[in-house]
Structure formats: C-alpha cells, structure tokens
C-alpha cells in the first residue's frame, strides 16, 4: 500500500506560481510512474506530468508544456510539481498519483494510488 499527501495548493492571479508536494509513504515496491494529475468536477482527469521512478522518462500533457516542472527527492520521499505562469484554465484539484508506468496512467491520471488532492485556483 502507497500513501500519499498533497500539499501547496491555493488561489493565485494568473501570471502566478505555485509549488505542490507530494509525501510519499508506504510500500512502492511495483510502483514505475510517479505524477500528478488534476480533474475538474464533470470532466474527465487529466494526465499533468509524470516520471518513471527509474528516471528515465518523463511526461507533460501539452497545455503545460514550458510552464510546469515535476520532480522528486527521493531521500525524503517528496515529489513536486512547480507551476509557473499560471492560467485560468489551470483552476482544478490536483492529485499526486502512484502507479505503473502506461499511457493510461500518465495521460489520463488512472494511478493506482493517489491522494485527496489540493485545490488550485487561477483568477485575477
């Protein structure tokens, strides 16, 4: 079992940045794709960014492309997700997920684990 806790979330103007964390906690033993996705209530989750826990691929959906970096620190368990110039349309709950690496997982946010998320809101 993989526990996970996001942190970092909140209301910025567009324009602005942000930094999410991610405690990560528990058995990953099987676990190949570290990421964050984010979901809007009735639209379907959408895959942000992702990383193999090897290290050797990462993902970012277009629309963040140049503006968001994931990482990690593997000696304390963290994974982040820096956002920079931040828009409108970024406004959505962002989940840290832990999973298999596949494109269902990194596109489309289908983690087998993740957390309860925390809020992101852009607006001026």
């Known amino acids: 079992q993989v526990q996970l806790v996001e942190s970092g979330g909140g209301s910025v103007q567009p324009g602005g940045s942000l930094r999410l964390s991610c405690a990560v906690s528990?058995?990953?033993?099987?676990?190949?794709?570290m990421g964050w996705y984010r979901q809007v209530p009735g639209k379907e989750r959408e895959g942000v960014a992702a990383?193999?826990?090897?290290?050797?691929?990462?993902y970012y959906d277009d629309s963040v492309k140049g503006r968001f970096t994931i990482s990690q620190d593997k000696a304390k368990n963290l994974l982040y997700l820096r956002m920079n110039n931040l828009k409108p349309e970024d406004t959505a709950m962002y989940f840290c997920?832990?999973?298999?690496?596949?494109?269902?997982?990194?596109?489309?946010?289908?983690?087998?684990?993740y957390g309860q998320g925390t809020q992101v809101t852009v607006s001026s």
């Open positions: 990383l193999s826990t090897e290290g050797r691929s990462t």
């Open positions: 528990g058995n990953i033993n099987g676990v190949s794709a």
């Open positions: 997920g832990a999973g298999r690496y596949t494109v269902r997982t990194v596109e489309h946010g289908e983690y087998q684990y």
